[in-house]
């Protein structure tokens, strides 16, 4: 009886092992395959049979297994089978849209970068054919582009915070360490691209900027010229009693007013340069006169700057001259010089108050350069410092190519005559005037600009 318990214990024990889902066997039993219970003692051991034909082995081999759940560890294993699954769709919907995007970005940026070099070709043509108008080099409308670069800077850097925002995203997504490092890889690359994009686009629109502020610089410069020149054409000179009764006047000490000869120099081995000037600027009236070659911007300069006197510079050597012209009245000077041993001569008001030598002697003034009226030069025809800029008054500006006798200038310094120079003269159509407030003026009548008058 004892034996017959245990066997159907055993069987009760096989078939809860069993999972829910498998129907149930028929076991059989042979003979002497379960010891009884009395003949040993009870080792804490569970025993199964397994169910065999009845043409099989008669024996019944035993196994011992641990202890466990089968039916749970299957669920578990499943819900993580099922939880895995859903995670991987997800993560391929995910990188489905990634990828969308960045093609898309992709085709935007090389959309862009064809837009910007078709619009460098059409600019290596002077602005294309449909952007030219009657000034020949200046654009209708480059607000317009401006405005459209801009937009263009914009719409990119949308886009380069959308990237960012995606990064982070990406970086918040549990996806595996090989393809979230892929796209923060791809996404950088997009990233760096359009900085560089941006960063080119901000450096074109300065760029064009700066162009445009050119182009209405010289548009305007331009456009006063023509003004200035209808004007005298339309006054047909009523106002200047004769060619060189005319002053040209420079108010303000900025870097852009000044005048220009239009003639330049010839070789010279001694000249004479007169002049009628009035200031009062202080301290220092400026430069009268500067005359620069290439290769030296300081061939010929006339400068009072600071608390220094008159100063001549020939070949950038200097001489101090002993005039006074800072009284807010017209002071007629002339200042001559010869290479031979370098002398020169200053008068003023027709009395000559210096002379000396050893200035730039035996070297030739050279050919082919500018003479501006108002600036000193630092390269030839520019470059101008607005510091030594001449405020105040010129006229009857005439250059010789000798030395003049002191009766000669007495004369032309108490209005008993005017000699024109022969190699520059005071003409209305020599001088060019640069700059809003720079004009030509009506000169007073000689008697006037004496110092007793």
């Known amino acids: ?13 096989v078939i809860l092992l069993q999972p829910i889902s498998e129907p149930p066997r028929a076991l059989f039993f042979l003979p002497g395959s379960v010891q009884p219970a009395g003949g040993q003692a009870d080792d804490g051991k569970r025993y199964i049979c397994r169910a065999i034909p009845l043409s099989g082995d008669a024996s019944c081999p035993v ?9 749970r560890q299957e669920e578990e294993l499943r819900n993580t089978v099922m939880q ?32 910007t070099d078709d619009r460098k070709y059409d600019n290596g043509g002077s602005w294309g054919k449909e952007k030219q108008n009657t000034m020949g080099d200046v654009p209708r409308d480059p607000n317009d582009t401006i405005d459209s670069l801009g937009k263009t800077m914009q719409g990119l850097k949308d886009r380069l915070e959308t990237l960012e925002q995606m990064r982070a995203n990406i970086s918040g997504t549990s996806f595996p360490s090989e393809l979230r490092d892929l796209l923060q890889r791809r996404l950088g690359e997009l990233e760096k691209q359009l900085l560089k994009k941006v960063s080119n686009l901000e450096e074109e629109k300065s760029m064009l900027s700066n162009a445009t502020a050119a182009y209405r610089l010289k548009t305007e410069s331009t456009l006063n010229a023509l003004v200035e020149r209808i004007s005298e054409l339309e006054k047909g000179g009523g106002d200047f009693k004769s060619p060189e009764q005319f002053k040209l006047s420079l108010p303000q000490r900025t870097n852009y007013l000044y005048g220009r000869i239009t003639k330049s120099l010839p070789e010279m081995y001694a000249f ?14 400026g430069t009268p006169f500067s005359y620069g070659v290439p290769g030296q911007a300081n ?29 807010g009245r017209w002071n007629h000077i002339c200042i001559s010089w010869t290479t031979r041993d370098g002398q020169w001569e200053a008068y003023q008001n027709g009395q000559k108050l210096g002379s000396g030598d050893n200035l730039a002697a035996w070297h030739p003034i050279k050919p082919g350069g500018v003479i501006i009226l108002g600036q000193e030069q630092d390269v030839v025809g520019g470059r101008f410092d607005a510091g030594q800029a001449f405020v105040g008054e010129l006229s009857q500006v005439n250059i010789w190519d000798r030395v003049l006798k002191p009766v000669e200038i007495q004369s032309m310094a108490n209005c008993s005559s005017y000699i024109a120079g022969n190699i520059i003269s005071w003409l209305a159509s020599n001088v060019e005037v640069f700059g809003r407030g720079a004009f030509k003026r009506p000169l007073e009548m000689c008697q006037e600009r004496l110092p007793n008058a």
């Open 299 to 327: 061939e010929i300069v006339l400068i009072e700057w600071g608390n220094n006197p008159i100063e001549l510079l020939i070949n950038d050597k200097v001489a101090q001259l002993p005039l006074e012209v800072r009284d």
């Open 84 to 115: 895995l699954r859903e995670t991987i769709l997800q993560q391929k919907e995910t990188i489905s849209k990634q990828l969308g995007t960045i093609n898309e970005l992709t085709t935007k940026l090389s959309l862009c970068a064809s837009a």
């Open 1 to 13: 009886m004892r034996t017959v318990l245990s066997v159907t214990l055993l069987v009760r024990v």
């Open 63 to 71: 196994t011992l297994l641990p202890e466990l759940n089968t039916g």
């Open 272 to 285: 004479t340069l007169c002049m009628w000037i009035k200031s009062s600027a202080s301290p220092g009236i």
